[in-house]
């Protein structure tokens, strides 16, 4: 079929749409028909920059296959930015002209500040028009009152090279934002609060929402469209129709987001288990889905829950996480690319939930309990368009060739990949017991009952987020010990290890002790849930008493164990000493990585290491654990220096000789999503 397209000619006054429908032609498919349509819109950001948008016009029952050219750039008239996104029948209306969303989610704090330009281009490569991203409050206030905006956290920065790039944006700030992210994205400290309701009108939880809005939304104002940004919608909270707490609670963070500036499109984004209580009045409905199977909600549902407004899948999920234990869930290219034809064809604008997953740097994860407790992996790659390290797969090709076939201008070349490296085996050559490393980490905590971590009297009183928490105290006698720990406690009788306490193992026999002895649990945060309806019980640590035999232990001294980067300046170089033979666990293990001058990407694989954390250069590059299904950690070449850069292992149970470094990942035993 061929297609044409009509350029805006010079001097044209104004840039007036001189767009008309220059052909159409009906294709003959399999006993129907389908009517397509070229259709050429002068649409693309300005201000400092300039940013493509694109606008078919597509009828309801015609299903039309719109053909888009974002090549041009935006007319004259356009640069007031009166109007913004507006949901006009049907359609969605940028200004005065017929605008398609193709997003793509890609989260700034789930990659190396380093590549968000590779990560972006290679969007835009693909044929999208829209960035979408969330925004995690708990890493933005990590302590009640003090925000951190700056570095891989620099939300405005990241915002500003879309637009550098030509990309609208689609912010997602919450408060919550599920996302895969330790509760939700919500800060832990909330959780000090005994009668905390998350995600309501309880007072403890808005007054802290306000003053988090109060500072993050000042950021976001300027960043609007008709300010001269790139942010032409913004999603109120996140899916709280499979939540629905209280019907104040969605008119409330609305109202909030207005108060304080918001004047783009509002929207809303529910599965399809939240949509019939997740409208809000005002705030136009969207839907996420992965199935071909759910496409009837958005004629079915969305009409009769709101009129004839715009249709558009908010997320389409384009894979799966993983969590620990299970296999690495996979969604076939050909599966994707026939859903989001799909998608398009039913008249909706759509967003790749993700285009490029990124990693869980840290102790970041969240987790999922419904019948039973699984927290996420490391790796959020998610399967996505983009691989964790941004490299491209079958789904980006077939995609770009989609939605290049009816753009009107060629796309832009994707970039070329980022090189891999395969470094020289690491072998740790030094050591440093966790019991010898108590002495270097001040007085512990002094405490009658355990005290969960949250309630820590740590960081300024806003408790402990992430880590592990170290429980002492002294028996005199065996017996049965029994407690609730969340989410994982090793149980040491002095030194030695005799089993764990979780969520499926409550009670662990202590064997026959000699005099007084040391009784230690090192509990470990999982990850908090991010989805469901037991945020509320989210908090870590031993909870409430630890019994033998029945009767309460007292007298605790408990080390907060957060391994920031502060904790381990406290281990200066006479502190470590050569690994012996057989050493005593949990331990920490120090060694060197030596890169060459052109530091690139690798993915190191600790075969034979059991459960820890690696650091690199200071650096929580997140957990690892044989139990599958990841088995590399994607260590990004932006964080390596030239020369010999510092590797630090925590390990919970027993070392391997080696750490090895791999040009490509092993993400685990794959598993198609059913």
Same mark, same amino acid.
Request: aromatic share 12%.
């Given at each position: 079929?061929?297609?044409?397209?009509?350029?805006?000619?010079?001097?044209?006054?104004?840039?007036?749409?001189?767009?008309?429908?220059?052909?159409?032609?009906?294709?003959?498919?399999?006993?129907?028909?389908?009517?397509? @349509?070229? *259709?050429?819109?002068?649409?693309?950001?300005?201000?400092?920059?300039?940013?493509?948008?694109?606008?078919?016009?597509?009828?309801?029952?015609?299903?039309?296959?719109?053909?888009?050219?974002?090549?041009?750039?935006?007319?004259?008239?356009?640069?007031?930015?009166?109007?913004? !996104?507006?949901?006009?029948?049907?359609?969605?209306?940028?200004?005065?002209?017929?605008?398609?969303?193709?997003?793509?989610?890609?989260?700034?704090?789930?990659?190396?500040?380093?590549?968000?330009?590779?990560? !972006?281009?290679?969007?835009?490569?693909?044929?999208?028009?829209?960035?979408?991203?969330?925004?995690?409050?708990?890493?933005?206030?990590?302590?009640?009152?003090? *925000?951190?905006?700056?570095?891989?956290? =620099?939300?405005?920065?990241?915002?500003?090279?879309?637009?550098?790039?030509?990309?609208?944006?689609?912010?997602?700030?919450?408060?919550?934002?599920?996302?895969?992210?330790?509760?939700?994205?919500?800060?832990?400290?909330?959780?000090?609060?005994?009668?905390?309701?998350?995600?309501?009108?309880?007072?403890? *939880?808005?007054?802290?929402?306000?003053?988090?809005? =109060?500072?993050?939304?000042?950021?976001?104002?300027?960043?609007?469209?008709?300010?001269?940004?790139?942010?032409?919608?913004?999603?109120?909270?996140? &899916?709280?129709?499979?939540?629905?707490?209280?019907?104040?609670?969605?008119?409330?963070?609305?109202?909030?987001?207005?108060?304080?500036? @918001?004047?783009?499109? !509002?929207?809303?984004?529910?599965?399809?288990?939240?949509?019939?209580?997740?409208?809000?009045?005002?705030?136009?409905?969207?839907?996420?889905?992965?199935?071909?199977?759910?496409?009837?909600?958005?004629?079915?549902?969305?009409?009769?829950?709101?009129?004839?407004?715009?249709?558009?899948?908010? &997320?389409?999920?384009?894979?799966?996480?993983?969590?620990?234990?299970?296999?690495?869930?996979?969604?076939?290219?050909?599966?994707?690319?026939?859903?989001?034809?799909?998608?398009?064809?039913?008249?909706?604008?759509?967003?790749?939930?993700?285009?490029?997953?990124?990693?869980?740097?840290?102790?970041?994860?969240?987790?999922?309990?419904?019948?039973?407790?699984?927290?996420?992996?490391?790796?959020?790659?998610? =399967?996505?368009?983009?691989?964790?390290?941004?490299?491209?797969?079958?789904?980006?090709?077939?995609?770009?060739?989609?939605?290049?076939?009816?753009?009107?201008?060629?796309?832009?070349?994707?970039?070329?990949?980022?090189?891999?490296?395969?470094?020289?085996?690491?072998?740790?050559?030094?050591?440093?017991?966790?019991?010898?490393?108590?002495?270097?980490?001040?007085?512990?905590?002094?405490?009658?009952?355990?005290?969960?971590? &949250?309630?820590?009297?740590?960081?300024?009183?806003?408790?402990?987020?992430?880590?592990?928490?170290?429980?002492?105290?002294?028996?005199?006698?065996?017996?049965?010990?029994?407690?609730?720990?969340?989410?994982?406690?090793?149980?040491?009788?002095?030194?030695?290890?005799?089993?764990?306490?979780?969520?499926?193992?409550?009670? #662990?026999?202590?064997?026959?002790?000699?005099?007084?002895?040391?009784?230690?649990? !090192?509990?470990?945060?999982?990850?908090?849930?991010?989805?469901?309806?037991?945020?509320? =019980?989210?908090?870590?640590?031993? #909870?409430?008493?630890?019994?033998?035999?029945?009767?309460?232990?007292?007298?605790?001294?408990?080390?907060?164990?957060?391994?920031?980067?502060?904790?381990?300046?406290?281990?200066?170089?006479?502190?470590?000493?050569?690994?012996?033979?057989?050493?005593?666990?949990?331990?920490? *293990?120090?060694?060197?990585?030596?890169?060459?001058?052109?530091?690139?990407?690798?993915?190191?694989?600790?075969?034979?290491?059991?459960?820890?954390?690696?650091?690199?250069?200071?650096?929580?590059?997140?957990?690892?654990?044989?139990?599958?299904?990841? &088995?590399?950690?994607?260590?990004?070449?932006?964080?390596?220096?030239?020369?010999?850069?510092?590797?630090?292992?925590?390990?919970?149970?027993?070392?391997?000789?080696?750490?090895?470094?791999?040009?490509?990942?092993?993400?685990?035993?794959?598993?198609?999503?059913?």
């Amino acid at each position: 079929m061929s297609t044409w397209a009509i350029r805006r000619q010079p001097g044209r006054r104004l840039g007036l749409l001189a767009l008309v429908v220059l052909s159409f032609l009906v294709l003959r498919s399999t006993h129907t028909f389908r009517l397509k @349509i070229v *259709f050429v819109l002068f649409l693309t950001a300005t201000s400092a920059c300039s940013s493509p948008a694109v606008g078919p016009m597509s009828g309801a029952e015609e299903r039309l296959r719109p053909r888009l050219d974002w090549h041009n750039l935006i007319p004259p008239w356009l640069r007031h930015r009166q109007l913004g !996104l507006q949901a006009k029948g049907q359609n969605f209306m940028l200004e005065s002209s017929t605008f398609w969303i193709f997003g793509g989610s890609v989260h700034y704090f789930r990659v190396p500040r380093q590549y968000w330009r590779d990560r !972006l281009l290679k969007l835009k490569a693909c044929g999208l028009n829209t960035l979408t991203t969330y925004v995690p409050w708990n890493l933005h206030e990590p302590e009640r009152g003090k *925000f951190d905006f700056s570095g891989n956290l =620099d939300l405005e920065a990241f915002i500003w090279m879309a637009a550098e790039l030509g990309l609208w944006v689609i912010l997602r700030p919450g408060p919550y934002i599920c996302s895969e992210i330790d509760l939700g994205g919500l800060p832990s400290w909330l959780l000090q609060d005994p009668d905390m309701k998350l995600r309501t009108t309880y007072k403890g *939880f808005t007054e802290a929402v306000d003053l988090y809005f =109060d500072h993050l939304i000042a950021r976001v104002v300027p960043l609007q469209y008709k300010l001269g940004g790139p942010i032409i919608a913004v999603q109120v909270e996140n &899916e709280y129709g499979s939540y629905n707490k209280d019907p104040a609670y969605m008119p409330y963070i609305k109202k909030a987001l207005e108060d304080r500036g @918001i004047v783009e499109l !509002l929207l809303t984004s529910d599965n399809k288990d939240g949509l019939s209580k997740g409208v809000v009045q005002g705030v136009l409905a969207t839907i996420n889905l992965q199935s071909q199977h759910e496409l009837h909600l958005l004629t079915t549902f969305l009409l009769n829950a709101q009129g004839i407004q715009p249709k558009m899948v908010m &997320e389409y999920w384009t894979g799966w996480f993983d969590s620990w234990g299970g296999p690495h869930n996979i969604l076939d290219s050909s599966e994707v690319l026939k859903t989001v034809s799909a998608i398009i064809d039913a008249g909706s604008s759509v967003n790749l939930y993700m285009f490029h997953g990124g990693t869980n740097f840290g102790f970041i994860n969240g987790a999922m309990h419904f019948n039973e407790y699984k927290s996420d992996v490391t790796s959020y790659d998610y =399967d996505a368009v983009l691989t964790e390290a941004g490299d491209y797969t079958a789904k980006y090709f077939k995609l770009r060739d989609f939605f290049g076939s009816f753009s009107g201008a060629p796309l832009p070349s994707p970039p070329d990949l980022l090189p891999k490296t395969a470094y020289e085996p690491l072998m740790p050559a030094f050591y440093l017991s966790l019991w010898d490393a108590l002495k270097y980490m001040g007085k512990p905590i002094k405490s009658e009952n355990p005290v969960n971590m &949250e309630n820590l009297p740590v960081n300024d009183g806003n408790g402990q987020s992430f880590g592990y928490t170290l429980y002492e105290t002294t028996i005199a006698s065996s017996g049965v010990l029994s407690g609730l720990v969340r989410d994982r406690g090793q149980v040491f009788v002095n030194t030695v290890s005799i089993g764990y306490l979780d969520y499926n193992k409550k009670k #662990i026999d202590i064997p026959l002790v000699q005099g007084y002895t040391v009784l230690r649990i !090192l509990v470990e945060n999982r990850g908090r849930v991010n989805y469901g309806e037991n945020i509320n =019980d989210q908090r870590k640590g031993l #909870i409430g008493d630890l019994y033998l035999d029945g009767s309460p232990l007292k007298n605790f001294r408990i080390y907060s164990l957060d391994m920031k980067k502060s904790f381990f300046q406290r281990f200066t170089i006479n502190k470590w000493s050569t690994v012996p033979e057989v050493p005593t666990f949990p331990a920490f *293990f120090l060694g060197g990585l030596s890169v060459g001058p052109s530091p690139s990407d690798t993915f190191l694989k600790l075969e034979g290491w059991e459960k820890g954390v690696v650091f690199i250069n200071g650096l929580n590059l997140g957990r690892y654990w044989n139990i599958g299904p990841q &088995e590399t950690l994607y260590l990004p070449g932006a964080w390596l220096d030239p020369g010999i850069n510092q590797v630090i292992v925590f390990e919970e149970k027993m070392a391997g000789p080696v750490i090895q470094s791999m040009e490509t990942p092993h993400l685990g035993r794959n598993q198609y999503i059913n």
